[in-house]
């Protein structure tokens, strides 16, 4: 099993910036991805960047150019810096982590199974 815990959420105004933290703990050998997903009003969770094992990452196209993800393997933390965000970006942001399956995952941000607690983002204008 795999713990998540997400810091550094707040109230940040458009075009400011901010960075999120997430510190893993537990069986994080098992895992090949980790990655941030938002969540507004209980409406399906949706990735917004991942980042793999050998350091590919994937995001979403709505954060491409403005949001990085990044990890410290020694740190064992995961972080994503939120640069020029916008009032649509409002959600609580989660961690999520990944095992392998015996299939690969149908998309980037398919199959995380493992989460953290959440931390809210929002943006005002």
């Known amino acids: 099993q795999v713990q998540l815990v997400e810091s550094g959420g707040g109230s940040v105004q458009a075009g400011g910036s901010l960075r999120l933290s997430c510190v893993a703990s537990?069986?994080?050998?098992?895992?090949?991805?980790m990655g941030w997903f938002r969540q507004l009003l209980g409406i399906v969770r949706v990735g917004v960047a991942t980042?793999?094992?050998?350091?590919?990452?994937n995001s979403a196209e709505s954060v491409k150019g403005r949001f990085t993800i990044s990890k410290d393997n020694v740190k064992n933390t995961l972080y994503l810096e939120i640069n020029s965000p916008k009032p649509q970006d409002t959600a609580m942001y989660y961690c999520?982590?990944?095992?392998?399956?015996?299939?690969?995952?149908?998309?980037?941000?398919?199959?995380?199974?493992?989460w953290g607690q959440g931390t809210q983002v929002t943006v005002s204008s």
């Open positions: 999520g982590a990944r095992r392998p399956g015996i299939l690969p995952p149908v998309s980037w941000d398919a199959d995380f199974t493992e």
């Open positions: 980042v793999n094992t050998s350091g590919g990452t």
């Open positions: 537990g069986d994080i050998a098992s895992t090949d991805s």
